[in-house]
Structure formats: C-alpha cells, structure tokens
C-alpha cells in the first residue's frame, strides 16, 4: 500500500479548520449560521467552482458561463464570485477550500506561474487579478489540494442516492503517480505515471482504492499529447483529434460512430485478463483531418474511413468499460455503481453498463468532466477534513443562481433589443408554448437556476417537437449550425419512459442512451439516432416542474409525451447563462420564440431590417450584452 499526503498550503494531512479569515479570539466569539466549503477545479481546462452550505450544494459554475469561452481555463475569481455573491457571503464567511489541477498540485502550479509564462493556464490579463486574489498562493490551513481521480470519485459516490457500492473513474489524464493523494493497492507505476483508471468501493463516507491504471510516460516531443498517452480515455481523445482535430470532441465521435461499418477495421486495443494494452498510433492511421479553408469537413474523401475508425474506437472503448464494470460487480459483490471521469459522458457505454454489467443501480455524476471536480473537492473537504456524515443527494443539476423577473425584464428593454421585439407576459405560458411547439417552432428555453455540466437539462434549452424528421435539419441549418449526423436527445416524462425506450431505469441527467421502441420509432423520428437510440432524459415534476408542465401541455394537445432538448446554444460557444446571453442567442439566430419565466419574447417586422445592419456594423451579441435599458 501507498500513501502520498494531501497537500495543504502548511503540508498537513488534515488542516485544522479556521472560521473566515483568520482564527477568531475565544473573547470575541462571532455565531456562524452556516458552515461553507468551496471546491475549485483550476487552471486547465472546465475551471469550476462549488459552494457547500451545511453539506449540501447551494451554487456551482463552470467559468466557461461567464465568460463565454468554451471550456474555459486559466484564473479562478470569476466562479469564486459567482458562487459567493449568489449566497450573499465573502471569502472571510468561507470555512474550507478544496481545490484540484491535474497538470501539478495547486501550490506548486501556483508557485511556477510566478516565474513562469505559461498563457494556457494563466493569461496576461488575468495575471494582475491573480496575485492579488486571497486564494492565489494561500498558504494557511483554509486551503488544501487533492489530487484529480480522488476529487472525481468525490463527486461520484458522495452526493449518489446510494449508502454502499462501487466507483468507476475514467478520463483522459490524471494526476501523476508522485502527486496521488490516497492509498492504493500495489507498487505499480513510476512517479511520472498518469492516472487512467481508477477503481473503488464505499460504505458511507469512507472510500477504498481497489484498482488503479496507470499511463506511463512517452518519449520526444509533445510526449504528453493525448497521441502518445496509452489510456482508454486518451485512447479516444486520440481518435476525436484525429477525425475532428480537436481532443475534445469526443462527443461528436460518439455521434459518428454509428455511421461506421462493424468490423470494417480489426480491434485496436488488447485486453486480457482484466489488463490493458493501448496501441500507439501507426503509420497506416495517415488519414487526419487537418483543418483546412477548401471544403467542409463532411464533404473530406477520408470520410468513410473516419466513420469507420469512430466506429471501431466506440466498440473498443465500451467492450473494455464493460468488462471493468463485471470486474467489479464480481470483486466486490455491490449492487450500486457509480461513475464519474471524462469517459463518463459516453452516454452509449452507460447504456450498455446499466443493461449488461449486473448492478442493480447505476448513478452518474452529471458534471462527469473536469467541471465537476469543483463538486469532489467540496465534498472531500466535507467528508474528510470536516469529518462530517452525508446527507445530501444530488437529485439535480440546477445549481447556477436564480434570475429575477426584473432580470428578465431588463434583458427585453436594452437599446437594440426593444426595436426588435414583441413581448407578452402570459399566465398560460405553458399552455401556450406547447401549442407553439406543436406548430413547429423552434423555442429557446430559460427557466429558473441553470445546469451544471455539459447537458442542457430544461433550464437552458431549445425545445422542438419530434414528430417530424425535417426538425434535425431545422434546428441544424437554422440555430446550431453543426454536422448534420449529429443527434437530437429527447425529454419524456418519466413515468411514460419505460412505454418509449427499452431498458427499465431512471435517466434524469441525459447520461445514457437507450433504444427506442420499435413502436414509437416513427412517432418521434427527429429524436432516433441512426442506429434507433436515443439519448435519453427522464422529467418528473419534483426536480423540474417547469419542464414537466410544458411536456404534459404538449402530450395533451399530440398524444406525445416527448419533446427535442438541445442546448440553448450554438455550435462552439457555451451554454447560455443570463437572460442577456439567451436574448443574444435569440436574436441572432434562427429561434422562433424566446420563453424566459412567463415572458414569450418573439422577433416583430423591423427585426429583419435591424439586425442585420447591426451585423455588418459591429458584435450584436456584445451589443446585446452589454448596452444598457431603455
């Protein structure tokens, strides 16, 4: 067994806890009304943050929100404020800090951006704010750092629905073997090794390592590139880099995968006797797609070879998923498995594990990336450091802080917004909306506190009826602007969802994918995937009672008790998170109508006379943004 210790800013196991911000005298006692713990995912990308209060998670928020940046990285102050001026407290009412970076530990990633440039991490222009910021190079006993595996099964068990099971991480990298905060079994891996895998089992609070799989490194140059790492989660960010050019979007080679012909290229992994062994890439791989002015992506003659590997990639990718999960499920005899890592978001592999791998439960974190670290880190310092017991379930995302009506109100009014706009509160917002949708308009969607993590969820989302086939290429050509073999993921009301799609269980965070029934295939066309799945998210009414409203409004005016949810977005930029964001999105593409609380917001006659003269002569969005109220 091994033990690296946990770094906090004085090198102690546990940091003795320190009310505000600095010790308070035993004369001057100040009653605290709750106790906060902050966790922070930082530096590289999906920077985070999460607020605890009393142990149960009141805010959380991925910088990339705010400050419209995809996969945001770099400084930390803009989700550390957020989530403190949303519960109305300062920095001096925070108890605890957790924080993680997969690159090194906090401090000494912190310690090395003093002296050197680095403008991945840490940018010119954010360089001032940083050193000035209390967290920033903290050295007190508020502080601490973990290492990243251990803040992702954090976020896995401690907020699951289950008092005992087992937990599955797998993503692209983790930390280093040196920087590993907890016990493992065995002595393998050098100190320069990279977490892949790692494997546990809990009852309770307490957590036990009982496999790790490690990366060793390559060598020459960009040695640490996802091309050279021989990991499962490295292993298809190889392959999105290869067929998209970019190592995150795994996503899309997911959504290709089913476009390829099985078998058409042999298995690229081995794997045998539960041990693994990633390829590196050869030379008969010398198709990439290198980002080019001539042609669009679609349209590239290595297309066909490029479904056929995405397909090749999945199968391998989930034939080795299940077989860990049996493994476990045989080791240790739990019932309940839960699962976070990068990997995690593989909504097709957490199909199959749910049907084939045998638990009888399975829960996944929902902000399974790098953003949910900033949930670990939290309850880490909840769990171990506080030594506090759980309680807290995490039955929903919707974790950003609430927008007001005068919000709402004041995005509608600003100064190139009223000209275009028509806008109507209605007590029937509802009933309205769903007779909208029924006549096939596209509806943006805002409603109360925003998701946490990569899926739009129901509170910022575009909304469509699934009915027709055509509304793919609708909400394609006119809103998202992305490849057209891409899937749309359908809502259900949940106690409706096992009648639509096969395979029994809960799905309410758009984690896994289930085959529709052959029934309802032609029903709902504009939500099957090629191969007659669906990404599937279940609605009751006691997490989301706005969406649960609109899809019962819908299924009494259709018979269909299913709508389109897509993100409230376009392609490459983030999910919108302000009333102002959603206006802008709205106003600048093809959205028929804009739903935020009771107000329905629709574009008039000089909307097509204006923005396009705003277009030509400046950022509309920024415009919109920004400018102030009439």
């Known amino acids: 067994m091994n033990r690296i210790p946990m770094r906090t800013d004085c090198q102690m196991r546990r940091p003795r806890l320190v009310r505000g911000s600095a010790a308070r005298s035993e004369k001057q006692p100040m009653p605290r009304q709750h106790t906060y713990i902050l966790g922070l995912n930082t530096y590289d990308h999906d920077v985070s943050a999460c607020l605890l209060r009393d142990g149960e998670i009141a805010f959380g928020i991925a ?18 404020d957020y989530c403190l001026n949303a519960e109305g407290i300062t920095m001096a009412d925070v108890d605890l800090v957790v924080r993680n970076c997969y690159i090194l530990p906090v401090p000494e990633m912190e310690d090395r951006l003093i002296f050197q440039d680095m403008p991945g991490f840490l940018p010119e222009y954010e360089r001032g704010e940083a050193t000035k910021h209390p967290l920033f190079r903290n050295h007190t006993n508020k502080v601490a750092t973990i290492s990243h595996h251990l803040a992702h099964a954090y976020s896995a068990f401690a907020p699951c629905p289950f008092e005992e099971g087992v937990v599955m991480i797998v993503d692209g990298v983790g930390s280093y073997r040196a920087d590993v905060d907890e016990q493992f079994p065995g002595d393998q891996g050098s100190p320069l090794a990279r977490e892949s895998e790692s494997y546990y089992k809990f009852s309770g609070t307490k957590l036990e390592c009982l496999k790790k799989v490690w990366m060793e490194p390559e060598r020459g140059f960009l040695s640490d590139e996802f091309y050279n790492m021989p990991g499962l989660g490295a292993y298809y960010s190889r392959a999105s880099t290869y067929v998209f050019g970019d190592w995150n979007k795994c996503g899309e080679l997911m959504g290709l995968a089913p476009y390829g012909r099985p078998g058409a290229m042999p298995p690229m992994l081995q794997f045998e006797n539960n041990k693994l062994t990633v390829p590196r890439w050869t030379p008969e791989l010398n198709q990439p797609y ?11 003659p290595s297309m066909r070879h490029w479904e056929d590997l995405a397909w090749r990639v999945q199968d391998d990718t989930e034939r080795v998923l299940l077989e860990r999960a049996r493994w476990l499920r045989e080791t240790t005899g739990a019932k309940n498995l839960c699962i976070a890592g990068g990997v995690a978001l593989n909504c097709v592999a957490n199909g199959r594990i749910a049907r084939e791998a045998g638990f009888d439960n399975v829960w996944i974190q929902p902000a399974a990336g790098d953003d949910g670290i900033a949930i670990g880190c939290a309850y880490y310092g909840h ?19 609430p927008y007001s009506d005068a919000e709402v109100e004041d995005a509608t009014k600003r100064f190139f917004v009223k000209p275009q706009v028509n806008v109507v509160r209605s007590s029937e917002v509802y009933k309205q909306t ?13 409603q109360s506190r925003s998701e946490f993590g990569p899926r739009a969820l129901g509170h910022r989302s575009l909304l469509a009826d699934p009915r027709k086939a055509e509304m793919k290429d609708i909400l394609n050509s006119r809103v998202k602007h992305r490849q057209p073999f891409r899937p749309f993921a359908p809502i259900v009301l949940k106690e409706r969802a096992d009648e639509i799609f096969e395979g029994k269980g809960d799905s309410p965070f758009m984690l896994m994918a289930k085959p529709v029934a052959p029934a309802w295939r032609d029903k709902i066309p504009a939500v099957v995937h090629v191969d007659g799945s669906a990404r599937v998210q279940t609605v009751d009414e006691e997490t989301a009672p706005d ?3 609109i899809l019962k409004e819908f ?7 299913v709508l389109v949810n897509t993100s409230f977005n376009i392609k490459g930029e983030p999910i919108v998170e302000t009333p102002r964001d959603a206006m802008a999105c709205f106003l600048t593409t093809g959205i028929d109508h804009l739903v935020m609380h009771d107000t329905i917001v629709s574009k008039n006659k000089a909307h097509r006379f204006i923005n396009p003269v705003l277009q030509v002569y400046s950022d509309v969005t920024n415009l919109v943004r920004s400018t102030t109220a009439a």
Not at 63 to 80: M, P, Q
Not at 383 to 401: C, D, N, S, T, W
Not at 555 to 561: H, K, R, S
């Open 63 to 80: 910088k990339e929100r705010i400050t419209r940046e995809k996969h945001a990285s770099g400084f930390y102050k803009e989700v550390v």
């Open 290 to 300: 290198i980002m080019d002015s001539a042609g669009k992506w679609e349209d590239n």
């Open 383 to 401: 769990l171990v450091i506080q030594q506090k017991p759980r309680g807290f379930e995490m039955k929903h995302a919707y974790i950003g802080r």
């Open 434 to 446: 769903a007779r909208l949708l029924a006549d096939q308009k596209v509806i943006g969607w805002f």
């Open 547 to 549: 969406l649960y409203y």
């Open 555 to 561: 299924e009494a005016l259709t018979g269909v008790p």
